[in-house]
């Protein structure tokens, strides 16, 4: 009776005896320096395959960067938007508009009762004739409103809340405005943060769509890292199959295939992270231009060192996965006869 041959991978940390009627296992010390340079090893072979087909691995980890590079520049121009959001004046200012018919005697008292408020920061009294001067001069039609009977412009409270406005705060100052629309002095309160809304939508659009984006694309690059594998296992098919007639273990054979997707993974993840630096490099001195004619001190955002890094490591995460899942399956499939 022929003796099993021991897998090779398990050989490396026990040793086996097998007779007829015990088995004595004798176990040898773990050298975590041995499995390192084992490692070492098995990624520097890893690359070297990849250079002795050039072309093929060029193309593949173009493919990859392509794939990668999309979201990340998308990504760059939502955080150059956010950015320039964040600079805008965030005081906003609601506008309560009141009666026509109201004295104002009134209107002076709503005013001291509501910069008492602890929500208010301050209150701007606005009369009828100041009113009606701001509008003239931003109309131009002086002779026109001059020649009205009476000023139909009704007194005008501006209430400066007490709080910023921002995405967490709207609802804060909508309900601050619909109380203060709830006097029977006021006939209506306006807030302007509508745009703040539009902003918000608009920049939620923004997002879910480079998520939605993203998870389609690193679908695709498991696909191709995946097919790339399962090509190379085909192509390495005798190679497996000597290494399985002689005992070594799945994870054995998995290994080399492993670092060629991380290989992959990082090279793509490289490709990309120059690829969006280059176009943001390229694009920045018209976008800079723009930004000068509106003086503004905005400075553009670009793709900075820790994003550079959770690109590579992201990218490398997908091309070890995607070898993993090609590789177990195709590595099954071949069996000994």
């Not at 009704?154 to 309900?175: C, F, G, H, N």
């Amino acid at each position: 009776m022929s003796q099993k041959p021991e897998p090779r991978g398990a050989t490396r940390q026990s040793t086996s005896v097998v007779t007829p009627n015990t088995k004595t296992r004798l176990s040898t010390p773990f050298h975590f320096s041995s499995y390192l340079r084992d490692h070492q090893g098995t990624l520097l072979e890893s690359l070297m395959r990849l250079m002795q087909d050039p072309l093929a691995s060029i193309m593949t980890v173009m493919v990859i960067a392509i794939a990668l590079s999309l979201p990340g520049g998308l990504y760059v121009g939502l955080k150059n938007v956010q950015s320039i959001t964040d600079q805008w004046d965030k005081q906003s200012i609601i506008s309560l508009y009141l009666f026509a018919d109201l004295e104002d005697t009134k209107a002076l008292s709503l005013s001291h009762q509501l910069s008492s408020r602890n929500d208010v920061l301050n209150v701007m009294y606005v009369s009828k004739e100041e009113g009606m001067r701001y509008f003239e001069q931003s109309s131009g039609y002086e002779q026109i409103l001059s020649a009205l009977p009476e000023n139909p412009l009704p007194i005008v409270l501006q209430v400066i809340p007490a709080y910023d406005v921002s995405v967490d705060t709207l609802p804060r100052l909508e309900s601050l405005r619909n109380d203060l629309a709830n006097f029977s002095e006021v006939e209506y309160a306006e807030l302007d943060a509508q745009w703040l809304h539009r902003l918000a939508s608009v920049l939620s659009f923004g997002q879910r769509f480079i998520y939605a984006l993203s998870a389609l694309l690193v679908g695709a690059v498991l696909l191709i890292v995946g097919n790339t594998i399962r090509m190379a296992v085909e192509s390495r098919r005798d190679e497996v199959l000597v290494m399985k007639l002689v005992g070594a273990t799945d994870s054995f054979i998995r290994r080399p295939f492993l670092y060629m997707g991380f290989w992959f993974g990082v090279l793509g993840g490289m490709l990309a992270s120059i690829t969006i630096l280059c176009v943001s490099l390229w694009v920045s001195t018209p976008a800079e231009r723009i930004i000068a004619l509106y003086q503004s001190d905005f400075s553009l955002q670009y793709f900075n060192a820790d994003e550079v890094v959770l690109c590579l490591t992201m990218s490398a995460i997908i091309g070890v996965v995607g070898a993993w899942v090609a590789v177990n399956r195709h590595i099954s499939d071949i069996e000994l006869q």
